[in-house]
């Protein structure tokens, strides 16, 4: 079969909304200019659209025209290599997901261990972030959480009393299994996220023996939590 009529084939059977690569459409590296050129063709016949270099996508049509794919779908295969989770997205877009903000950033931030990301989807900006530890399908949830606490004092837009109920509750019922990962993890960031993290976990009387362990008794955490906010904060010492 032509290299032409296999790209057809496969793009017949791949859903309208969802992005592909080049990978999956099941071809030999040593076919890709062939296939590049069969593509091209495609998009001229308006049978699929670009989103970014190599990255494609079948447009669906609706009432109101053609819709482009969720932004989740958009950033899949950036966020997946060789169908391995390598990177998640963090900053503004993660923290009004979160709740903590209204704002809506123009670029997003994408935070990887392995690579850099930097692209651009549409008019939509992706710059790399830094990931604190190797990215995995079973641990890049923690990853997101820890990063708010991180950036606390930095996020914008964001109300503190608020703010600290929502990251409460995510805290609220977590496993005791979840609960030590967290704090794995947590040993590996900033100590600002590590004192926020152990003042949470005493405000919700949880075990924080190892988070103290990983700090300095006299550094100072000016993050902007007042006692009444968060009454644990000052054993923190943050302020």
């Not at 295969?77 to 503004?92: C, K």
Request: aromatic content about 8%; hydrophobic content about 35%; cysteine-free.
């Amino acid at each position: 079969m032509k290299v032409a009529e296999k790209i057809k084939t496969k793009i017949n059977s791949i859903p309208s909304g969802v992005t592909f690569n080049y990978q999956k459409l099941g071809i030999s590296t040593s076919e890709y200019t062939a296939a590049a050129k069969a593509l091209e063709r495609q998009i001229k016949q308006g049978v699929i659209k670009r989103v970014s270099t190599g990255i494609f996508y079948k447009p669906k049509q609706s009432a109101f025209g053609v819709l482009r794919p969720r932004e989740e779908e958009l950033l899949k295969p950036y966020l997946f290599q060789n169908g391995r989770r390598i990177a998640y997205v963090t900053g503004g877009s993660l923290y009004n997901r979160m709740g903590l903000t209204t704002q809506i950033p123009k670029t997003i931030k994408m935070a990887s261990r392995s690579k850099r990301i930097t692209t651009r989807i549409g008019n939509t900006q992706v710059k790399p972030a830094k990931s604190y530890v190797e990215v995995t399908d079973n641990n890049y949830q923690f990853l997101e959480y820890l990063d708010a606490l991180k950036d606390f004092k930095t996020i914008s837009d964001l109300e503190k009393k608020s703010a600290i109920s929502v990251l409460s509750q995510k805290l609220q019922d977590i496993s005791d299994n979840d609960l030590e990962k967290l704090i794995k993890y947590a040993t590996k960031y900033p100590p600002r996220a590590i004192a926020l993290l152990g003042a949470l976990l005493e405000y919700l009387d949880k075990n924080i023996f190892t988070l103290k362990k990983n700090l300095n008794p006299l550094t100072t955490f000016k993050i902007g939590i007042k006692t009444e906010i968060l009454p644990t904060a000052e054993n923190w010492n943050i302020e």
